[in-house]
């Protein structure tokens, strides 16, 4: 071997060596996947590009949320009479699961234009509520040529994930929620001289109110799932701080609720419960990022 040849070949061995005690150390990051024809497609879009598309996506998500809204507005009469007006009634089905002997609500409408209001409100509301799926998809379709295939797992499994829980806060909300607190302010009664009459604008917003918040807090585990992957949360971290998470608990379900404490309970204790589920989630995501780690530095 000549002198020249062996300058280079020890360059080489040195470069190697160090290449790797740099990628141990985490001075110098892994190299990326190799990028494929898409990927080098969204490289050469230029910004503008990108602004084009995003405004596409919103767009038909709107559309997709509109048509959803303008079909459920069709079956308005239907979704008011069974699904929205069902728990005003003592035969509602929760109400035999529960074993209440239910009192019947009475509604009155106290302003004028009340019932078109509630009639096209609740309309655009469910239709909102039911077409949401939809929007989340073309923002998925936006997002997704970005990522890599182990981050469009990880997300594919945190829209699914983040869905369930919504609508389980939903079916929460509407089933539990609504019917103990309605019949708890249906038989509150100061005197009887005064009569509980309840109007309808107030009713209709605050089943949609209890529904929605509802789904909004069971949120709580996906929220977590995001910190840890990020590494904010921890599950000790949880562990430490859980007395001053159930004082926010509380608060939440203050706000999302009536100021009564049966409600506020009601929503406390499932909030609890996922809170509990965040815990487990934070450590099973914290264990995941050190494995992946000590793969990196091996």
């Known amino acids: 071997m000549t002198p020249r040849s062996a300058l280079i070949s020890f360059i080489k061995r040195s470069g190697r060596k160090a290449l790797t005690a740099g990628i141990k150390s985490g001075i110098v990051p892994k190299a990326p996947p190799e990028q494929t024809e898409e990927d080098d497609h969204l490289a050469e879009m230029s910004f503008l590009d990108h602004l084009e598309e995003l405004r596409w996506s919103l767009l038909k998500g709107g559309l997709g949320v509109?048509?959803?809204?303008?079909?459920?507005?069709?079956?308005?009469?239907?979704?008011?009479?069974?699904?929205?007006?069902?728990?005003?009634?003592?035969?509602?089905?929760?109400?035999?699961?529960?074993?209440?002997?239910?009192?019947?609500l009475s509604l009155q409408n106290r302003t004028i234009p009340g019932q078109f209001f509630v009639d096209w409100g609740t309309a655009m509301a469910v239709g909102v509520i039911i077409g949401s799926p939809i929007f989340v998809y073309y923002i998925w379709k936006f997002v997704e040529p970005g990522l890599y295939k182990s981050e469009r797992r990880g997300l594919r499994f945190a829209t699914i994930f983040g869905t369930f829980f919504f609508m389980l806060g939903i079916a929460f909300g509407y089933l539990i929620l609504t019917p103990l607190a309605l019949q708890f302010f249906a038989s509150y009664q100061i005197s009887e001289m005064v009569v509980n009459d309840f109007d309808i604008t107030k009713y209709f917003s605050m089943i949609t109110w209890w529904a929605f918040g509802s789904g909004i807090l069971f949120e709580l585990p996906v929220l977590v799932y995001f910190l840890a992957k990020i590494g904010v949360l921890t599950a000790d971290l949880m562990k430490r701080y859980r007395r001053y998470a159930l004082i926010i608990i509380m608060i939440l379900s203050a706000f999302f609720t009536p100021p009564d404490p049966l409600s506020m309970i009601i929503v406390a204790i499932p909030l609890l419960g996922l809170y509990q589920l965040s815990i487990l989630i934070a450590g099973s995501v914290s264990r995941k990022r050190e494995r992946e780690l000590d793969e990196a530095l091996s």
């Open 66 to 104: 509109l048509i959803v809204t303008i079909i459920v507005a069709f079956f308005r009469k239907w979704i008011i009479n069974n699904l929205l007006l069902g728990p005003a009634r003592p035969d509602f089905f929760m109400y035999k699961v529960f074993g209440i002997d239910a009192i019947e």
